[in-house]
Every structure is written in C-alpha cells, then in structure tokens.
C-alpha cells in the first residue's frame, strides 16, 4: 500500500449551446460552418467594437449554480484578462474569474460504493478563445475564429477527490447536470465539455498540499483517469527519489501514454485584470434584466433525484436506475415506454414487474446496439410505442422472447414498426393448442427412441424432442404449450 495520498481538483470548461455567441449576435453553432464563416468585427476583435452581453448565458449560469446548490453573488463584473496567443485577437479575454456569479456548490460523487461530497470553490462566465489548426505538412498555423466568443462556463472544483476513477465519475456525473439542464452538450469528444485537472501528492495524514501540476489535453473520461494515475506514478517516484516536483503545466499525450512538461505555471497577475469598461456590473438581485425566481422555475428533476424515484417507484436495481437516468433522453425513453403498456398504473406491483422488464430489455437489449453503433437514444429508429408493443406481444405469447430479439435488429436497423416486421416475415408465435399438438403427435410418431428414452428416465430425451417442436414451427411455437401438451402426450403414451 502507498504512503502517499493523492489529491485532484478540476476546472471544467463548458460550451453553452445558445443561440448566438456570448457578446455578439454571430451563430453559436459552427460544427458544419466553414472556416471564420461565423465571425464579425466583435469576434475578430476590431478597434471600436462594443460587447454586449448575452443574458441567455448568463441565466444559464445562474440555472447551473442553483441546481448545484451554489450561493447567487450579489454582483459580479466582467474583466479582461490579458495575454496574447494567435487564437485571441483582441489580445485579451472577457472573462469574470475575479468576481465570479457563482460561489461554492457540491456534487455528490459516489463510487465502488463511496459517497465523496466534492465542493464547487466557484462557476464563472466567459467567452472562448479560437482555434489554431496545424496542417500535417508545413510549418505553419491556421487561425479559425469560429468558436471565438462562444460562451463558455468554467466550473472550479476545491481539491476533494482522492482518485482517477472518482474524477471521472465527477465529470460524467457534471456531464449528466449539464445535459438535464439543458444548456450544453457537454460532448468531450467534440470540444464543448474540456476539462484540466490539479493534481498533488502528499503523505497520509499531512494537512499540506503537495506541489500542484496541472494537466491538460484529456478529452475523455479515460483520458482522465489513464492521464491522472500516470501523473499519480510520476510525483510518487519523483518522492521517492528525492527530486523536486516542479509546479507546472503538463499536457497528457494519449499515443505515448504520459504527460509531457510545457510551460511553468501562470500567476494571476501575469493576466493583469481589470474590469471591462464597456460592460456594467450584473446585479441579479435587483430584477431588472435577470429574474432569479423565474430561473428557478427551469429546475428540472435532476439525474440524482431521478434515479431514486426510479429504484423507489419502479422497484429497480441501483444500477438498472443509474444507467437509465445518464442520460435524460434515456431516462425519458423509458418512462415513454412504460407510459404505454396497458393495467400499468391498476396494480402497483404489476407496474413495477413491467418496470423492471421494460428496463432490460432498454439496458440489456437497445443499449448494446446502440453501443455498437455508437449513437444515442436520439438517433435510435425503434420509437418508444413500437417498443411498448413488442414487450407486450412477448408478454402474451404472440411471440416468444427469441422472435421478439430477431424483431427488435430488424427494428433497429430499418425503424419499421412491430407489426409490419411481423407480418412480413410471418413471425406470429404459433400458440393454438390444436396446431401445435398436431404437430407434436408427428414429432413423437417420427422419433421413437428419444421417445422411448424419455419414458426410461432420460430427461435429456425431452429436450430434444422440444427442439424438433421447434424446428419444424420455425421457432414460432409458444415453448410454453408445447412443453404442457407434449409432456401430457408423452406421460400418458
């Protein structure tokens, strides 16, 4: 066991999705733009140009520090914040870090069975900077100004995680507030959800924090935790060895699978802050433009309380309810489903059988294809009613539990209802008693051995003969009325 504790805190940047960007009236959305396509004299950073605030976001922020349980500030005032890169063309960015909207917070984190409540130090708004794009061949740079000015909220953690893992389950936990909220798309893989991680070492025990290093360049969730344990080897030799850990900033190459020094550690006064003069203070309180009581009626149910009226109302397993409610279009899907199964809401316990069954087949059917396929709920063809009809046809014997899997793919792949798959490709289970004691009688009339080691005590025998049941029906006989009319056949022969 190490001597050594680790302590991780994080800053997380993330892309509101308004409409227009955070100080201008240019599109927010330029995944499909091309190149500085959306951009004007306030993204490019002409001399002259004005800011002006985009209230959105900042009720946005707001809405986000109240579902994080965070104090409102009285006032805050946007600031420059001075430093020059290719990607910043004003040489400076409007920012609030200094006088942040939102103060404190907390997430409960739980992982392998732990509750970690981690403390939220504060949540402030500013706008990004561009993109520099490097061409594989040449030594030169392209600047895309497209995402300049896009608003982006950078959430700042206290040091309180003591894990990789726990720092991962931290984001896609802020991921799932974020996407419930619905007021960013909190997609690591695309840019809008970036986050960097302090991180130190220091014996058990020790009240001090060790020298702090900040990671950057990790855009997933295992990024992070591959990023973080290698950064946890490195300090923890570094000790051992009696070497200095140098306070700097490392960026996480994911091909090498280490962290790479880049620069030393900025200080707050190397920006030079100071108010932005163009933009008036934002004081919520006094109601004039921003109106916190009605934000607080935007509060949704959160991802936390969903999951316990799921295991509450619906009887489901901790972990059936955590996956179902990641994703609140998922969550959404299930209720939708489940809405439409008839006597649902007659017995109580009934509702919560079709529940659980409901939920299987969400989790352990429709999100593997999903998985492969690698989309989302959003993207799936299978509309919720066609699923509720599918479970409810199993559930009467119309089609046994096979067929319906066979019908869910072809759902999947095509987004053709139920009934149509059913009836084009004849799927119905065969389940009148007469039909398929019809065709018992030939099973056993053309299988006399098995038949006859049935009767010596073979229990093995009866399987075989339900299988030639079954082949011959094409699958589609009810298993339960060819196991109740062969067994009575074969008891009475």
Known sequence: ??????????????????????????????????????????????????????????????????????????????ERKNYFYPDLPKAYQITSSTTPPVIGGVVEVENEGTLRKVRINHIHLEEDAGKLVHPRTGDYSLVDLNRAGTPLLEIVTEPDMRSPREASVFMQDLRSILKYLGISDANMEQGNLRCDANISIRKFGEEKLGTKVEIKNMNSFKMIERALEYEIKRQTECLLENKNIVQETRGWDDAKGKTLAQRSKEEANDYRYFPEPDIPPIEPYLGRAIDLDEIKTWLPELPKVKRLRFEAE??????????????????????????????????????????????????????????????????????????AKLLEKTESGEISGKIAKEILAEMFETGKSTDEIIKIKGLSQISDANKVEEIIKSVIAENDGPVQDYKQGKEKAFGFLIGQVMAKTQGQANPQVVNRILKEHLNKE
């Not at 002006?52 to 005032?77: D, S």
Request: with cysteine.
């Open 1 to 78: 066991m190490t001597k050594y504790e680790t302590v991780i805190g994080l800053e997380i940047h993330a892309q509101l999705k308004t409409e227009s960007k955070m100080f201008c009236s240019c599109d927010n959305y330029s995944v499909d733009a091309k190149p500085n396509e959306n951009t004007c004299q306030v993204c490019l950073g002409m001399p002259g140009t004005l800011p002006v605030p985009n209230k959105r976001a900042i009720e946005w922020t707001y809405l986000l520090g109240l579902a994080l349980g965070g104090k409102i500030a009285a006032k805050f005032n946007f």
């Open 314 to 387: 619906y009887d489901l397993p901790s972990q059936s309810a955590a996956t179902l409610t990641s994703d609140l279009n998922l969550a959404r899907y299930f209720e939708q489903t489940l809405a439409e199964i008839p006597e649902i809401t007659e017995n109580d316990e009934i509702k919560k059988q079709k529940a659980r069954k409901v939920a299987n087949w969400i989790i352990g059917e429709l999100l593997a294809k999903l998985n492969n396929a690698n989309i989302g709920i959003d993207d799936c063809l299978i509309d919720h009613k066609d699923l």
